[in-house]
Nanobody, 124 residues
Framework: QVQLVESGGGLVQAGGSLRLSCAAS????????ISWFRQAPGKEREFVAA????????LTGDSVKGRFTISRDNAKNMAYLQMNSLISEDTAVYYC?????????????????WGQGTQVTVSK
């Protein structure tokens, strides 16, 4: 088992940047692939980015490609989502999720471990 806690969300102006953090506890952090999802009001949960157990493979959703970067620091049991060039469409609750295997990363139903979410609001 692993517990995930997101932080770093907040209010930011369009064009600005935020870095979200996902702090993990429980079983070895390096045993889990980590993904970020987001969900805006009235919309489906959307895949944002994923990273493999050792950080060697990264996958980014089309809507954020070139703007968002996922990373992890296994020594600190942390994963991050660096968000640059933010736009209003990025406004959502952002969730960190974990699972052991790097496959079907875009499908939220395949994840058993989720954080509580952190709100990101992009203002004009």
């Amino acid at each position: 088992q692993v517990q995930l806690v997101e932080s770093g969300g907040g209010l930011v102006q369009a064009g600005g940047s935020l870095r979200l953090s996902c702090a993990a506890s429980g079983r070895a952090f390096s045993s889990y692939c980590i993904s970020w999802f987001r969900q805006a009001p009235g919309k489906e949960r959307e895949f944002v980015a994923a990273i493999s157990r050792d950080g060697s493979i990264r996958l980014t959703g089309d809507s954020v490609k070139g703007r968002f970067t996922i990373s992890r620091d296994n020594a600190k049991n942390m994963a991050y989502l660096q968000m640059n060039s933010l736009i209003s469409e990025d406004t959502a609750v952002y969730y960190c999720a974990a699972k052991p295997s790097f496959d079907s990363m875009r499908a939220p139903s395949t994840y058993n471990y989720w954080g509580q979410g952190t709100q990101v609001t992009v203002s004009k």
